[in-house]
């Protein structure tokens, strides 16, 4: 069982910057940010694989970006520019190495709770 806590979300105007962090992932896994704003489906924001390798929504693509700091077990996304589009609960999540193939799809096996991400204009 993987345990994963997000922090760092909070209320922020259009065009400025949030970071999030998520806590607990153990150093070998696939690991991915998701969203969802209210009455739409989870969609995936940003992963990164075992090998550091990224991938990222075209929509968050140049704006945001996930990394990882192994020694502190943390996943982190600094997102730029924000837009109030980008507004939704975002989710920490974790697969194992060989999972990369599930890409951005939001079936990943070890889910956080979620930090709130709201961006006004």
């Known amino acids: 069982q993987v345990e994963l806590v997000e922090s760092g979300g909070d209320s922020v105007q259009s065009g400025g910057s949030l970071s999030l962090s998520c806590a607990g992932p153990?150093?070998?896994?696939?690991m991915g940010w998701f969203r969802q704003a209210p009455g739409k489906e989870r969609e995936g924001v940003a992963s990164?694989?075992?090998?550091?390798?990224?991938n990222y929504a075209d929509s968050v693509r140049g704006r945001f970006t996930i990394s990882r700091d192994n020694a502190k077990k943390l996943i982190y996304l600094q997102m730029n520019s924000l837009k109030p589009e980008d507004t939704g609960m975002y989710y920490c999540?974790?697969?194992?190495?060989?999972?990369?193939?599930?890409?951005?799809?939001?079936?990943?096996?070890?889910w956080g709770q979620g930090t709130q991400v709201t961006v006004s204009s």
């Open positions: 999540a974790a697969d194992y190495c060989g999972a990369y193939y599930k890409a951005l799809r939001p079936i990943f096996t070890f």
């Open positions: 153990h150093t070998n896994y696939y």
């Open positions: 990164i694989d075992c090998s550091g390798g990224t």
